[in-house]
Nanobody
């Protein structure tokens, strides 16, 4: 089993920064897994925002490139999404995911006001 717990969301003004964290647990070897952040806005499909491989290579969706940074701490079994220059369009529930597993946590709400 895999458990994922997202945290760090909140209500912020446009232009501000926010850092999200996800703690993973379960019978997995964390360090060898690709980790991902998704988000889902109301009425929209869930979309992949960022990913980081076991080698540390990263990938970002076009809307967040240059503003978001994904990182991982294998010792703490966490993956972080540092978000800067937030826009109202970033408003969504953010989820972390281990790519290999089809499992989702509860997500954390990010609301960006104009």
């Amino acid at each position: 089993q895999v458990q994922l717990v997202e945290s760090g969301g909140g209500l912020v003004q446009a232009g501000r920064s926010l850092s999200l964290s996800c703690a993973a647990s379960g019978s997995i070897i964390f360090s060898i897994n690709t980790l991902e952040w998704y988000r889902q806005a109301p009425g929209k499909q869930r979309e992949l925002v960022a990913a980081i491989t076991s080698f540390g290579t990263t990938d970002y969706s076009d809307p967040v490139k240059g503003r978001f940074t994904i990182s991982r701490d294998n010792g703490r079994h966490t993956v972080t999404l540092q978000m800067s220059s937030l826009k109202p369009e970033d408003t969504a529930v953010y989820y972390c995911k281990i790519r290999k597993y089809d499992y989702w946590g509860q997500g954390t709400q990010v609301t960006v006001s104009s």
